[in-house]
């Protein structure tokens, strides 16, 4: 009875929000979609939107919980968690109803960059050989990359200068992240795929340290792409396709053996933080510039002159 008490008053909400806001994020792109790797970031404002939507109701009902989260220096402890989760709901909703979303995705990076600095840098320093620590500082740090990335696209669509110079910088802390994250995924392959984090691999995926190389290598070749800018967007929307493929057939697998409420909290967090972070990798996609070829010239038509001209030179 507990159990169930805890599952229906305390995720069941976070779990549906995040479901509604997939579905009618999906179903507002679903015209603009197409196998060309071109029309995938647009999965970014849908796969960041449905993240954002389930942590933020999270922060709603669990209020109490969250709270040991926010450093005991901040006043207003409670209130923060409140505001936080509004301001992830907020967000998530401009994206996926595409309004406003050059002031929310400005406010929604400068949130993330101020997680790192309060929350995430505190306990690196307090324990700078823990990897884990530093694998979510970083973590928060794409977030705020992508958000601003598509603000930046926003500013680009707008012709605000500066805009090109604003997402370059995205795309290079990104890439040197995504390049990390390569390094961790090499040296500890027996763990979580995407973000390396502190969960092992689960015994029934085969080849685990196989798989672990073999994302570790996207993430290498996309991060080095991403950061010398040489076929980035494609490297970036690969990246978003290959990470979602590993929600769909690694993380979420992880849902069927659950249990009990802590199991299921544990995989859906997992899903909706490496979907959140496939999602960034299509929002900077969307924001690169795409590589257009010059048009090509007209040729002359053959005149009189010409022909004269090809007879002198012949």
């Known amino acids: 009875m507990l159990t169930n008490y805890f599952y229906w008053h305390y995720l069941f909400l976070g779990q549906l ?25 647009v999965l970014g404002r849908v796969f960041v939107a449905a993240p954002l939507a389930l942590f933020g109701a999270g922060h709603l009902v669990g209020a109490q919980f969250m709270v040991s989260l926010v450093p ?20 998530s909703a401009s994206m996926v109803a595409m309004k406003h979303v050059r002031l929310s995705a400005t ?22 050989y823990d990897r884990f620590r530093w694998a979510v500082m970083v973590r928060d740090l794409v977030f705020g990359m992508g958000a601003w990335a598509l603000a930046g696209a926003q500013m680009e669509e707008d012709h605000v200068p500066g805009a090109r110079a604003w997402i370059a910088s995205c795309r290079t802390v990104v890439g040197v992240v995504l390049v990390f994250y390569a390094v961790e995924h090499f040296l500890h392959p027996k763990f979580a795929l995407g973000v390396p984090l502190e969960l092992p691999t689960p015994a029934w995926v085969p080849l685990p ?24 967007r494609a490297a970036a929307s690969w990246l978003g396709l290959a990470i979602t493929l590993v929600v769909v057939f690694y993380y ?6 659950a249990k009990l409420p802590s199991e299921l909290n544990t995989a859906v967090d997992y899903i909706a933080d490496t979907l959140l972070f496939a999602g960034n990798m299509f929002l900077l996609a969307g924001a690169i510039p795409a590589v257009r070829s010059l048009p090509s010239l ?7 002159h010409t022909e004269g001209l090809s007879e002198l030179r012949a």
């Open 17 to 41: 929000t995040g479901i509604v806001f997939l579905s009618v994020g999906l179903i507002s792109v679903r015209k603009q979609l197409s196998f060309r790797p071109d029309d995938w970031p």
């Open 72 to 91: 005991a220096w901040m006043p207003w402890r409670l209130f923060c968690v409140y505001f936080v989760g509004l301001a992830e709901i907020a967000a």
């Open 107 to 128: 406010l929604l990076g400068i949130m993330f960059f101020i997680f790192v600095l309060t929350i995430h840098l505190h306990d690196v320093l307090r324990t700078p």
């Open 209 to 232: 340290t196989l798989w672990g190389y073999v994302v570790g290598a996207m993430l290498l070749v996309s991060g080095v792409s991403i950061l010398i800018n040489r076929h980035a």
């Open 252 to 257: 979420l697998p992880m849902v069927v053996p």
């Open 298 to 304: 007209p040729l002359r038509p053959r005149t009189e």
